[in-house]
């Protein structure tokens, strides 16, 4: 019963329209991912944009999980079927190499030889007759099934990936400790099977650098993390493109940053607010946000890029009710604003905040592993060319007769030099 049903099966998940199909697939699964906002990558406003464009298309974003398309039931599902039919190539690949590894040639083989000839020669000595069949490159033959396994193990790496991953991320400004919990992130992205992010141990920024172009544009951005309190521990410095290895999982640094308003609302009769508002690039030249504070207030923040690129020193601040405005100033960390009714604004600071990225890959050695399979099988096949030779001689009526052939796998034509100095070798003339 099992044999008649893995039959179809195998033959189903074997053939090219099916191995075609689920490449198909995974490519247009692929592009999706590629040009919509993912969560866990893009910013929230994108994801928030690729869910205004009314009910139809937010209910296809749902069914298909357009916003997480590499954690989706439908690729998941296409992974697992191009794992089988990987699965299956491969074996069979390598059963062959193990049977074909050691069989040499027949003689019949080499009748179609790209280079073949058949000359006569005086005997040399008393020689009978002999067939010298000769190997080279056999490695070559080990190179397909590498290759494949190189991919099979990719594939399988991208599956546990999906399943047993997770991603994190949280912004934090300088002076800002990082708890060593789940809760400290802002957002998590576990896969179906895989555990919430989290630190080994809490992480002080102790500061942050940013170097910029004259345009704006971020040329670098280097920060420094440290456990926290006295001598808690090494500095580990941490750049855009770099990460932090984990116990479990990494730490990398995006390229999102931007100054910190660190506000403080007081007021008579009422106890002091404090907030961190994150400044955004919201213009070429500046960064801003809103702010909330108590009785309905809002303090819309903007603090100007210097013209050098670095940090800003001053904020500019409009505290609003409504439509009315309250207030305005300039303030630099330390000072403050009066507001109406004996109330007030102080800025007590301008750091730089980052967002932090946390990534727990279970399956990154296997898919490096499939890498270096996968290249060392495309080197197998490309730089090594399997080629057999024949020299075989008989002797008749006084005479030698010589038969000596070359067969290469690929690129018979370059092995013309070769074909010619074993015939030589042998006597003959090419």
Not at 56 to 83: M, N
Request: aromatic share 6%; with cysteine.
């Amino acid at each position: 019963m099992t044999r008649t049903i893995w039959a179809p099966l195998r033959k189903f998940l074997r053939s090219p329209a099916t191995i075609v199909g689920e490449l198909g697939l995974i490519t247009i699964l692929g592009g999706l991912g590629a040009a919509l906002p993912q969560a866990g990558v893009a910013p929230q406003a994108e994801l928030d944009r690729l869910r205004s464009h009314g009910a139809f298309l937010t209910g296809l974003v749902d069914v298909l999980s357009l916003d997480h398309v590499f954690t989706s039931p439908a690729f998941l599902g296409v992974l697992a079927l191009a794992f089988l039919s990987l699965s299956i190539v491969v074996l069979e690949q390598w059963r062959r190499l193990r049977s074909q590894w050691s069989l040499a040639p027949s003689e019949a083989a080499f009748r179609n030889a790209p280079h073949r000839i058949v000359f006569t020669r005086a005997p040399e000595g008393p020689e009978g007759d002999s067939v010298d069949i000769r190997t080279t490159g056999r490695l070559a033959q080990a190179g397909s099934p590498l290759f494949h396994t190189g991919l099979l193990c990719v594939v399988l790496a991208g599956v546990l990936r999906a399943l047993f991953g997770a991603g994190a991320l949280v912004d934090v400004y300088e002076g800002e400790v990082l708890p060593a919990g789940v809760e400290a992130w802002g957002a998590q992205w576990p896969g179906p099977l895989g555990r919430p992010f989290q630190l080994d141990e809490p992480l002080l920024l102790q500061a942050v650098e940013t170097r910029a172009y004259p345009s704006g544009a971020l040329l670098d951005l280097r920060l420094k993390l440290a456990p926290p309190g006295p001598g808690g521990g090494p500095v580990r410095e941490l750049g855009v493109n770099e990460d932090l290895p984990l116990r479990r999982g990494r730490l990398y640094v995006g390229s999102e940053h931007g100054p910190t308003a660190l506000l403080e609302w007081s007021g008579p009769g009422t106890p002091a607010q404090r907030s961190a508002l994150l400044l955004e690039r919201k213009e070429k030249e500046a960064f801003g946000a809103y702010g909330h504070g108590p009785s309905g207030l809002v303090a819309r923040v903007r603090a100007p890029r210097p013209g050098d690129g670095s940090r800003p020193g001053l904020a500019e601040v409009r505290v609003l009710q409504g439509d009315r405005v309250l207030g305005e100033a300039a303030l630099r960390p330390g000072e403050a604003m009066a507001l109406p009714d004996g109330a007030s604004l102080a800025l007590h600071g301008l750091p730089t905040w980052v967002r932090l990225h946390g990534a727990y890959d279970p399956a990154l050695p296997l898919a490096y592993l499939g890498f270096a399979l996968a290249i060392l099988g495309a080197t197998l096949i490309f730089a090594i060319v399997r080629v057999d030779e024949l020299v075989a001689t008989r002797t008749e009526n006084g005479a030698c007769r010589v038969e000596v052939a070359l067969r290469p796998a690929r690129f018979a034509p370059l092995y013309r030099d070769r074909f010619e100095r074993l015939v030589r070798h042998h006597g003959g003339t090419p």
